[in-house]
């Protein structure tokens, strides 16, 4: 069975910083592009960042550019998210999300195919 666990949320102060992690198990993601997306309550899932397979190529929100970065390790079966300069509105559930395609770094949620359980993320003002 497939699982992508996500870890590393928690409550934090604006300004804080965290990091995310998500972990593969039943199969390896080496080989797929992987992505983050948060889901605040009453909205819809909303893109964070992307990764290639190879880590060479990625895509951020414009509301996270400069501030959050993915990155990966494929010998770890592992996926990050290093979250700066929080802000209240990035409180939120953080899903990460597999994909089927090793370069392809869509927006739509739609369009993965694997995804975690999600953790909660709390910024306090």
């Known amino acids: 069975q497939v699982q992508l666990v996500e870890s590393g949320g928690g409550l934090v102060q604006a300004g804080g910083s965290l990091r995310l992690s998500c972990t593969a198990f039943g199969r390896t993601f080496s080989a797929n592009a992987m992505g983050w997306f948060r889901q605040a309550p009453g909205k819809e899932r909303e893109f964070q960042a992307a990764?290639?397979?190879?880590?060479?190529?990625?895509n951020y929100a414009d509301s996270v550019k400069g501030r959050f970065t993915i990155s990966r390790d494929n010998f770890k079966n592992t996926l990050y998210l290093q979250m700066n300069s929080l802000k209240p509105e990035d409180t939120a559930i953080y899903y990460c999300?597999?994909?089927?395609?090793?370069?392809?770094?869509?927006?739509?949620?739609?369009?993965?195919?694997?995804w975690g359980q999600g953790t909660q993320v709390t910024v306090s003002s």
């Open positions: 990764i290639s397979w190879s880590g060479d190529t990625t």
């Open positions: 999300a597999g994909h089927t395609s090793s370069t392809y770094l869509p927006r739509r949620a739609s369009e993965y195919l694997y």
